[in-house]
């Protein structure tokens, strides 16, 4: 049955007379998609054709006298033909076999276009990398936690995470595990905006990672994924992936469950007006993290799909923390806990226009729910014992559509709105706050391409009205916020490729930072008899300027220079009333960022496989913060290498290693730390399984040692963590390789489920 999408027609004007199609498949009837259709006119070559995914062609030539068809594995079939419909094009397996083919040329590992980079899943890249989260750490500027249970971005205070260009929303541990279970041979591509362009909205200083799989065509296929980790407490992963396609319907679906214990330590000092206080404590997080997604592709015809998604993403935690405070006249011992039960349901109907002469539209509904419903006791020694009773439900609701169109010239228009509204409804025993907020937004982009130079040229509105009422315990009432603002914000991209082995890409854009809904809360907890945390509803939104500057050597090597200026920044800051300390989120002022990144990947030899990375940064702060002026910024830099051996027996053994200088973020100096990790994997049953055994930070070397010198703050805090572990891997991939997978696509509420804050 026909597919939605023809890849590529003839570049000729359409005249129904001259028109030839057919449908390309093997001896048993599949179709062959990417099979190459030369057509011939007074005996010359005059157009080339690609078969889509379901193996059809339909190209236009007129005064044709035949056609030449090939495909990888398969002997060419010439068909001497005027211009008609062909039908079923049967091609012959080859029956003989090249004794040696020598690829001279080095394969790409990186191309630049005009508003991102793309790591292309070749040969090459695989002997890198073995599944979607190593790919994605090929990138530059891109950098995984030495826990692999988050994903970094240099000068990037947040990552956003998309499938086929839709947004996935798991927390940071959920969405590594689930990209370390994609094997990398079910990856088409992965493409890194560090600038995003006007198309996408992000939030605030957020870059985007997009990953493209690989779209077959009929059958089975899947991933199942197990793994398991020990230090003081244990993590145990099991996850699978199964996709199936046949005719016009595609399913995918996704399925894990994560558990486990993290310990965490600190020694904490700090000068009080009457003296020192010391205090020891120790946070246990203990969950268990259910996930499932089901993704739903129907063709309804040759250029329209409708697809649908339901994600459901739950978390049962109890964390607990222990706390002994000793000051010269006054001890105390506090025992707080903190279960709590959260999930996630997300519901999305999408409809997808696509034709072969340039133009796409699709349109997105989505709806969200979010539910956290949570108990605190806070029990300290010759104190009244107290209880939080929280909940906390937010429901988003969007409209999101998308159309551009592309014409022969390389002119490309893009265009699309939203509309969303979202309310948040807060409780903390008599305490409540209510949220609303409504965004409008509409965007427009212009881009083309001549010769060695590319452009970009886009601009976004956006119209949000946010109103928050609170009512207190106290019989205080708050109607805050209560504000409407309106932004416009423009970005621009230019290319420039001075040599085949040289590239340049310069952007520009201008974004806003929506606070966190739970940030906006005016409540008040305390952890102990000296320290408290509190919401702050008098946020501002945060404005973000960047430039950034991107070159490329040989498709592999990548430096980039970046600088961003935050106005309004705002962060989690610290206050000293008396001798409790109390911590907010608060707009501090001005941040001014400068980044330099370097990616370096080497091949030594066919069984050493290497990649360097290098990072320098400065971060400037200056503006009023709840204890005085700050006016203070400094250097700070980052290497790390990964080293990849191929050895005999279908063994592999990589080292990787990290060093990262002492830096600062607003009042609070970090120390410098580093951590060296190794790990050997054997790949089992003809390649589609594998198993891996590693440790990380093998010389306890990763810290975490922080010190305040701030107005009338003055202390230090060295934490320990589980950072030492020992873990087992096994993966085994399995079903039909050639699979059509449903074709995902940035969904409306990413950005409003991303300031959920969970």
């Known amino acids: 049955m026909k597919k939605f999408l023809t890849v590529l027609f003839c570049l000729s004007a359409f005249t129904a007379a001259a028109q030839v199609s057919g449908k390309v498949t093997d001896e048993k009837g599949d179709a062959l998609p990417g099979a190459v259709i030369r057509l011939f006119k007074n005996n010359q070559p005059a157009k080339t054709a690609l078969t889509d995914t379901a193996g059809y062609f339909n190209c236009n030539v007129p005064g044709l006298n ?16 005027t211009q ?37 899943v070749n040969e090459q890249v695989k002997k890198l990398a073995d599944n979607a989260l190593e790919i994605v750490n090929l990138a530059p500027s891109i950098t995984i936690s030495d826990n692999e249970d988050a994903i970094l971005m240099s000068g ?19 969405l590594a595990k689930m990209l370390k279970a994609m094997p990398a041979g079910s990856i088409k591509q992965v493409e890194i905006l560090t600038n995003p362009p006007a198309k996408y909205e992000v939030n605030g200083n957020t870059g985007i990672i997009n990953i493209k799989t690989n779209m ?56 009080l007006n009457t ?23 129907y063709a309804i015809g040759k250029k329209s799909t409708l697809g649908g998604i339901i994600e459901r993403e739950a978390s049962t935690n109890t964390s607990s923390y222990d706390s002994y405070l000793q000051q010269p006249s006054n001890s105390y011992q506090t025992i707080g806990s903190n279960p709590y039960v959260r999930y996630w349901n997300t519901y999305n109907l999408n409809y997808r226009y696509s034709d072969t002469l340039g133009t796409e539209l699709t349109v997105d509904l989505d709806r969200a729910d979010f539910t956290k419903n949570g108990h605190i006791t806070v029990i300290t020694t010759g104190q ?37 509204a979202v309310q948040t409804n807060n409780n903390q025993d008599a305490n409540q706050f209510n949220y609303h907020e409504n965004i409008r937004a509409a965007y427009t982009a212009l881009s083309g391409s001549a010769a060695r130079w590319g452009w970009q040229f886009g601009l ?21 916020p209560d504000t409407s603002y309106f932004n416009l914000l423009p970005s621009a991209y230019f290319t420039y490729a001075p040599g085949a082995k040289h590239h340049l890409r310069l952007s520009i854009s201008r974004r806003i930072k929506r606070p966190d809904y739970n940030d906006l809360q005016p409540f008040t907890y305390v952890q102990d008899p000296l320290s408290q945390q509190t919401g702050n509803p008098n946020l501002r939104v945060q404005r973000n300027d960047e430039a950034e500057l991107t070159y490329t050597f040989d498709d592999r090597i990548t430096l980039v220079g970046a600088y961003s200026q935050a106005n309004d920044y705002f962060n989690t800051i610290m206050k000293q009333a008396g001798n409790v300390l109390i911590e907010m989120p608060a707009n501090t002022g001005t941040m001014n960022t400068l980044n330099f990144d370097l990616n370096y990947p080497v091949k030594a030899t066919k069984w050493w496989n290497m990649l360097y990375k290098a990072n320098l940064g400065n971060d400037h702060f200056k503006g009023a913060l709840l204890d005085g002026e700050l006016n203070e910024g400094k250097w700070h830099y980052q290497f790390s290498t990964s080293q990849r051996f191929t050895l005999p027996g279908k063994y592999q053994l990589q080292l990787s290693g990290r060093y ?39 010389f306890k070397t990763q810290r975490n040692y922080t010190s305040v010198n701030f107005g009338s703050l003055n202390y230090t805090d060295e934490g320990n963590f589980e950072s030492r572990r020992v873990s087992f891997n096994f993966s085994w991939r399995f079903g039909n390789t050639k699979i059509r997978q449903t074709e995902e696509r940035r969904r409306g509420d990413a950005d409003e489920k991303g300031r959920s804050g969970s």
């Not at 404590?281 to 993704?295: E, F, Q």
């Open 66 to 81: 035949y056609l030449v068809i090939t495909s990888v594995g398969f002997m060419a079939d010439t068909i001497f033909t």
């Open 84 to 120: 008609k419909p062909l039908g079923n094009i049967k091609l012959i397996p080859a029956t003989r076999r090249l004794n040696e083919v020598r690829v001279q040329a080095r394969q790409p590992i990186i191309k630049q276009e005009t508003d991102r980079s793309v790591i292309m």
């Open 156 to 174: 990037k205070a947040e990552v956003q995470i998309m499938i086929n260009d839709k947004p996935v929303k798991m927390t940071a541990r959920d």
């Open 216 to 271: 077959g065509v009929k059958g089975i296929t899947g991933n199942l994924d197990y793994s398991t980790s020990q230090s003081v407490y244990n993590w145990t992963d099991l996850s699978g992936l199964l996709n199936y396609g046949a005719g016009k319907l595609a399913v995918s679906t996704y399925g894990a469950w994560h558990s486990g214990g993290y310990l965490t330590s600190d020694v904490k000092v700090r000068k």
């Open 275 to 297: 003296g020192t206080l010391n205090q020891q404590t120790s946070n246990l997080d203990n969950w268990s993290d259910p996930v499932w997604r089901v993704a739903i592709d």
């Open 384 to 420: 009244p014992q107290l209880n939080y009773e929280t909940l906390t439900n937010i429901s988003i609701n969007t409209l999101k559509t998308d159309y551009s169109h592309a014409w022969k010239n390389k002119l490309k228009l893009e265009a699309g709105f939203k509309i969303a």
């Open 460 to 480: 976004r509105a956006e119209q949000t009205t946010a109103k928050g009422e609170s009512e207190l315990a106290s019989s205080a009432k708050l109607t805050r």
């Open 660 to 698: 990262t200088s002492a830096s600062q973020n607003l009042i609070y100096a970090r120390q410098d730390n580093a951590n060296v990790s190794a790990g050997i994997s054997r790949k089992l049953f003809k390649d589609q399984a594998s198993v891996r055994l590693g440790v990380s930070d093998i």
